[in-house]
């Protein structure tokens, strides 16, 4: 294993002035941040996307809406089109009805349609939004485990957030839901993140909140060896994803779907920092390495095992 | 590091820097403005012994002497303790206060206070002199004969009769000035005139004299300068007599203690106007104890020493923020203080790595805790939060968009601030009061409180706690920054200085190293292997 010193750790201001200022252009911003067009985007160029159900622009269009998704009875995912870290996502997981109307069963409570409706008001509101502005709601398809995965990850849906650079995948990692993070996959708020080997994609080491942990916090499941499935599949679909989006450093987040496989979950252009603590080293001499050694005219595939070969 | 940002980086910083050395020590322009107290808390007391003493030797009235409004200062109130009844007590002449003799109470001290506002004189206010009055005020009957002639010989020396009334106000001033010798103790007149010396009283005396010798109408009258007001409670002053001289239709004060002969400086207060032959123990200590306080402090660099230094050094107007009204500067003083908030917050978010709730939300309560102070603002801020988040909860169940929901935290707040001012009027806790008025910073605080909840639920207590208390940490720093009067002003005095947080702040804009917090967030990854 490589060990890193305080020089090769990727810092706040250094990945905001050497990689997202030069390197992230604020006009292609919107086509990851919103996570409507990246899923307009994915699908109009074949790339495996949680399906849509349904596109909620306006307060009066909820009534409606609510009406049709009464009919989603196993149930489907509420997420405000410009959220951030993860806010205003609602996994609902069934939908019976009770008394006439239909109640919400979702991971933290149970709604009513009053209740539900209200919840998806606020997002449109902009209270989970990027920048407090009005917003969209889009409701997508639920993801199932596949049972490799829900095995390390009984919980809820865990993602592998991979770091592309200018097109190179350099890290990786799968973030694990948990009792403490109230089932997101954030790491701030108490997710496991698992460092994955690229070539592999191999755990090799986790944190919870910053420090290593080896075991899964709610199930002791050991962490370290577990394999991902479909690793190469994984990885192309991360290379396609930062080929569309144009941002040069780039966060690529997959699910993989017990039945569609990976998916492209969505994109951010201000990817965090933890996953260096979930990789154990540090991302500043793969970035070096990418900017000095890397063939500037290699095709997309041709990307992938250059990375593997040579970071 | 960028060059080109190092390069502008080291201009902005450099280049006010330099104007302000070369204004400070090539025009000679103060670096600070210079501060002078406006309002003054007068108090003058007569004890119970010296009431006796005088009640028996007075002739009709007894005299308290409290300045009266003139040109050069405002009497905003006054009062007189024991309170005796209003009539007993008149203003004679609109000079001064005296109190008829058999109304004087001997049983206790006498007190008599007043506020007193300082001012520039624009206007000179004019007084028609009758014939009775003008006859008075040219009257030395009271000068015996040896003085008499003592004083035709020194008024020949000094003046010729035909020079103008100017002239020969100017020649016996600057005689008075030049060549009077003050000395303790009481002497006759006729030693006064002949040897240029007395006490402040023979010294108004010999002037007031002399001028009527020249058909001026003059009179003596009464002031104290204040020369030292480091100790607050009890500051110096020098009690002195000095003459009035009626010139084109309204009295000029005159005195050897004034710079400009003519013109009171900021730290003479006039006491009583007039005084008759028979007033001379107000320069006795033992019956009048008179006190002098600051009230109110205020800063300022005249505009005219501004102008003056463009025109002797021929150099383009300096821009300077006095030459704006005083409502307008109050403004620009807090306005100013702005860009060093930011600087501190940027030091903070970008060198410390502390996360705040907002980017501006700390600026804006060390704003708040500046207008009121830390305590108070922070009780109404806490009160103000708490209320916001109790709302918030209780409004949930309602199932309210969102905005309509934050219009009416809003307005609850609102009623709050008339509430809290209301009570705390009534309590008699007027700093809290006043501070409601400049609340309204903490108004734009409630837009945050919404946050916060969502935040508390989103992210839990943990992560909100941290943005919280680094909030609170940078309100705390900035406003510490903030009381530094120095800074302020300096930068009031000369906002060029501005520039010098635009280059601190492209210098932490190119810092591209770690935050301080990053050494311990990432401390697993470069210790202990």
Same mark, same amino acid.
């Given at each position: 294993m490589k060990f890193s010193t305080i020089n090769d750790i990727l810092g706040n201001n250094f990945r905001i002035r050497n990689l997202i200022l030069p390197h992230n252009h604020r006009r292609d911003f919107p086509l990851v941040d919103n996570k409507v067009k990246t899923s307009q985007l994915a699908l109009a160029n074949n790339i495996p996307t949680p399906n849509t159900l349904l596109h909620i622009r306006f307060h009066g269009e909820v009534r409606g809406a609510i009406t049709q998704l009464r009919e989603f009875k196993n149930g489907f995912v509420v997420k405000p089109g410009r959220g951030s870290q993860g806010g205003g996502i609602l996994i609902v997981k069934a939908v019976v009805e009770h008394g006439g109307s239909p109640l919400f069963i979702t991971s933290k409570e149970d709604m009513t349609e009053y209740r539900f409706r209200h919840y998806i008001s606020g997002i449109l509101s902009g209270l989970y939004s990027l920048d407090n502005q009005a917003d969209e709601a889009i409701i997508q398809e639920l993801i199932i485990n596949s049972p490799n995965i829900s095995s390390i990850s009984p919980l809820g849906v865990p993602d592998i957030r991979i770091i592309v650079f200018q097109g190179f995948p350099i890290m990786a990692m799968l973030r694990i839901p948990t009792n403490v993070s109230g089932g997101k996959g954030n790491l701030h708020l108490g997710a496991v993140g698992c460092g994955l080997d690229l070539k592999t994609g191999l755990i090799f080491h986790s944190i919870q909140f910053d420090r290593e942990v080896t075991n899964h916090p709610d199930t002791r499941l050991k962490l370290k060896g577990f394999q991902i499935e479909n690793w190469s599949t994984v990885l192309s679909l991360s290379a396609k994803a930062s080929l569309l989006a144009r941002i040069g450093y780039l966060g690529v987040d997959i699910v993989i779907d017990k039945s569609r496989g990976p998916l492209l979950l969505e994109m951010n252009a201000r990817p965090g920092l933890s996953i260096q603590l979930a990789n154990n080293r540090g991302l500043k001499p793969l970035l070096k390495k990418i900017i000095s050694d890397a063939p500037l005219n290699l095709s997309p595939n041709e990307k992938i095992p250059w990375a593997l070969e040579n970071l | 590091m960028n060059m080109r940002a190092l390069y502008l980086g080291v201009f902005f910083v450099i280049t006010p820097i330099v104007i302000v050395t070369y204004k400070v020590f090539v025009l000679d322009m103060p670096f600070l403005p210079l501060k002078s107290t406006d309002t003054w808390n007068y108090e003058v007391q007569i004890k119970k012994s010296a009431v006796k003493r005088l009640k028996n030797s007075l002739q009709d009235e007894l005299f308290l002497p409290v300045p009266p409004s003139a040109d050069y200062q405002t009497v905003k109130s006054y009062k007189i303790s024991p309170n005796p009844e209003l009539t007993s007590v008149y203003r004679k002449k609109d000079k001064y206060l005296a109190i008829s003799k058999e109304n004087v109470i001997i049983n206790g001290d006498i007190k008599a206070a007043a506020i007193i506002t300082r001012t520039d004189a624009r206007k000179t206010q004019k007084d028609k002199l009758s014939k009775?009055?003008?006859?008075?005020?040219?009257?030395?009957?009271?000068?015996?004969?040896?003085?008499?002639?003592?004083?035709? +010989?020194? *008024?020949?020396?000094? $003046?010729?009769?035909?020079?103008?009334?100017?002239? +020969?106000? *100017?020649?016996?001033?600057? #005689?008075?000035?030049?060549?009077?010798?003050?000395?303790?103790?009481?002497?006759?007149?006729?030693?006064?005139?002949?040897? #240029?010396?007395? *006490?402040?009283?023979?010294?108004?005396?010999?002037?007031?004299?002399?001028?009527? %010798?020249?058909?001026?109408?003059?009179?003596?009258?009464?002031?104290?300068?204040?020369?030292?007001?480091? *100790? +607050?409670?009890?500051?110096?002053?020098?009690?002195? #007599?000095?003459?009035?001289?009626?010139? @084109?239709?309204?009295?000029?004060?005159?005195?050897?203690?004034?710079?400009?002969?003519?013109?009171?400086?900021?730290?003479?207060? &006039?006491?009583?106007?007039?005084?008759?032959? @028979?007033?001379?123990?107000?320069?006795?200590?033992?019956?009048?104890?008179?006190? !002098?306080?600051?009230?109110?402090?205020? #800063?300022?660099?005249?505009?005219?020493?501004?102008?003056?230094?463009?025109?002797?050094? @021929? !150099?383009?107007? $300096?821009?300077? %923020?006095?030459?704006?009204?005083?409502?307008?500067?109050?403004?620009?003083?807090?306005?100013?203080?702005?860009?060093?908030?930011? %600087? !501190? &917050?940027?030091?903070?978010?970008?060198? $410390?790595?502390?996360?705040?709730?907002?980017?501006?939300?700390?600026?804006?309560?060390?704003?708040?805790?500046?207008?009121?102070?830390?305590? !108070?603002?922070?009780?109404?801020?806490?009160?103000?939060? %708490?209320?916001?988040?109790?709302?918030?909860?209780?409004?949930?169940?309602?199932? &309210?968009?969102?905005?309509?929901?934050?219009?009416?935290?809003?307005?609850?707040?609102?009623?709050?601030y008339i509430v809290v001012a209301l009570i705390s009027e009534q309590l008699g806790l007027v700093e809290m009061a006043a501070s409601v008025i400049s609340a309204f910073p903490i108004v734009i605080i409630t837009i945050f409180t919404e946050r916060f909840v969502i935040k508390l639920q989103e992210e839990g207590i943990k992560n909100t706690t941290k943005a919280f208390l680094g909030t609170v940490t940078v309100a705390i720093c900035s406003f510490l920054i903030f009381s530094i009067e120095a800074l302020g002003l300096a930068v009031f005095n000369h906002p060029e200085l501005l520039m010098i947080t635009i280059g601190l702040n492209i210098f932490i804009g190119t810092y591209s190293g770690f935050r301080l917090t990053e050494f311990f967030r990432f401390k697993d990854l470069y210790i202990n292997r």
């Amino acid at each position: 294993m490589k060990f890193s010193t305080i020089n090769d750790i990727l810092g706040n201001n250094f990945r905001i002035r050497n990689l997202i200022l030069p390197h992230n252009h604020r006009r292609d911003f919107p086509l990851v941040d919103n996570k409507v067009k990246t899923s307009q985007l994915a699908l109009a160029n074949n790339i495996p996307t949680p399906n849509t159900l349904l596109h909620i622009r306006f307060h009066g269009e909820v009534r409606g809406a609510i009406t049709q998704l009464r009919e989603f009875k196993n149930g489907f995912v509420v997420k405000p089109g410009r959220g951030s870290q993860g806010g205003g996502i609602l996994i609902v997981k069934a939908v019976v009805e009770h008394g006439g109307s239909p109640l919400f069963i979702t991971s933290k409570e149970d709604m009513t349609e009053y209740r539900f409706r209200h919840y998806i008001s606020g997002i449109l509101s902009g209270l989970y939004s990027l920048d407090n502005q009005a917003d969209e709601a889009i409701i997508q398809e639920l993801i199932i485990n596949s049972p490799n995965i829900s095995s390390i990850s009984p919980l809820g849906v865990p993602d592998i957030r991979i770091i592309v650079f200018q097109g190179f995948p350099i890290m990786a990692m799968l973030r694990i839901p948990t009792n403490v993070s109230g089932g997101k996959g954030n790491l701030h708020l108490g997710a496991v993140g698992c460092g994955l080997d690229l070539k592999t994609g191999l755990i090799f080491h986790s944190i919870q909140f910053d420090r290593e942990v080896t075991n899964h916090p709610d199930t002791r499941l050991k962490l370290k060896g577990f394999q991902i499935e479909n690793w190469s599949t994984v990885l192309s679909l991360s290379a396609k994803a930062s080929l569309l989006a144009r941002i040069g450093y780039l966060g690529v987040d997959i699910v993989i779907d017990k039945s569609r496989g990976p998916l492209l979950l969505e994109m951010n252009a201000r990817p965090g920092l933890s996953i260096q603590l979930a990789n154990n080293r540090g991302l500043k001499p793969l970035l070096k390495k990418i900017i000095s050694d890397a063939p500037l005219n290699l095709s997309p595939n041709e990307k992938i095992p250059w990375a593997l070969e040579n970071l | 590091m960028n060059m080109r940002a190092l390069y502008l980086g080291v201009f902005f910083v450099i280049t006010p820097i330099v104007i302000v050395t070369y204004k400070v020590f090539v025009l000679d322009m103060p670096f600070l403005p210079l501060k002078s107290t406006d309002t003054w808390n007068y108090e003058v007391q007569i004890k119970k012994s010296a009431v006796k003493r005088l009640k028996n030797s007075l002739q009709d009235e007894l005299f308290l002497p409290v300045p009266p409004s003139a040109d050069y200062q405002t009497v905003k109130s006054y009062k007189i303790s024991p309170n005796p009844e209003l009539t007993s007590v008149y203003r004679k002449k609109d000079k001064y206060l005296a109190i008829s003799k058999e109304n004087v109470i001997i049983n206790g001290d006498i007190k008599a206070a007043a506020i007193i506002t300082r001012t520039d004189a624009r206007k000179t206010q004019k007084d028609k002199l009758s014939k009775s009055e003008r006859k008075a005020y040219l009257d030395i009957s009271w000068v015996d004969e040896q003085g008499f002639e003592d004083l035709s +010989k020194l *008024n020949e020396s000094l $003046v010729s009769p035909r020079e103008s009334i100017k002239d +020969k106000i *100017n020649k016996i001033s600057y #005689f008075i000035t030049d060549e009077f010798v003050l000395t303790p103790g009481d002497s006759n007149f006729s030693d006064v005139v002949r040897l #240029f010396s007395g *006490n402040s009283l023979d010294q108004a005396r010999l002037f007031t004299a002399l001028l009527r %010798l020249n058909k001026i109408p003059s009179r003596i009258s009464f002031g104290t300068f204040i020369t030292d007001t480091s *100790n +607050k409670k009890d500051v110096r002053h020098i009690r002195a #007599f000095l003459n009035e001289v009626y010139i @084109n239709g309204s009295w000029k004060l005159f005195s050897s203690e004034f710079k400009d002969l003519d013109s009171p400086p900021d730290n003479f207060l &006039l006491i009583q106007r007039d005084i008759d032959q @028979n007033l001379t123990l107000l320069a006795s200590r033992d019956v009048y104890k008179i006190t !002098v306080r600051p009230n109110q402090t205020v #800063f300022y660099d005249s505009r005219e020493a501004v102008e003056n230094i463009v025109n002797q050094n @021929n !150099v383009l107007p $300096v821009i300077s %923020l006095y030459t704006l009204p005083l409502p307008l500067q109050k403004v620009f003083y807090t306005l100013l203080l702005i860009p060093i908030g930011t %600087l !501190v &917050l940027c030091f903070f978010r970008n060198i $410390v790595g502390i996360t705040t709730f907002g980017v501006f939300t700390p600026i804006l309560l060390s704003l708040f805790f500046l207008e009121t102070s830390l305590l !108070v603002g922070f009780i109404l801020a806490t009160i103000v939060g %708490l209320f916001g988040v109790a709302l918030h909860y209780s409004l949930n169940r309602l199932y &309210l968009l969102a905005v309509p929901r934050l219009s009416i935290v809003l307005t609850f707040v609102v009623i709050i601030y008339i509430v809290v001012a209301l009570i705390s009027e009534q309590l008699g806790l007027v700093e809290m009061a006043a501070s409601v008025i400049s609340a309204f910073p903490i108004v734009i605080i409630t837009i945050f409180t919404e946050r916060f909840v969502i935040k508390l639920q989103e992210e839990g207590i943990k992560n909100t706690t941290k943005a919280f208390l680094g909030t609170v940490t940078v309100a705390i720093c900035s406003f510490l920054i903030f009381s530094i009067e120095a800074l302020g002003l300096a930068v009031f005095n000369h906002p060029e200085l501005l520039m010098i947080t635009i280059g601190l702040n492209i210098f932490i804009g190119t810092y591209s190293g770690f935050r301080l917090t990053e050494f311990f967030r990432f401390k697993d990854l470069y210790i202990n292997r």
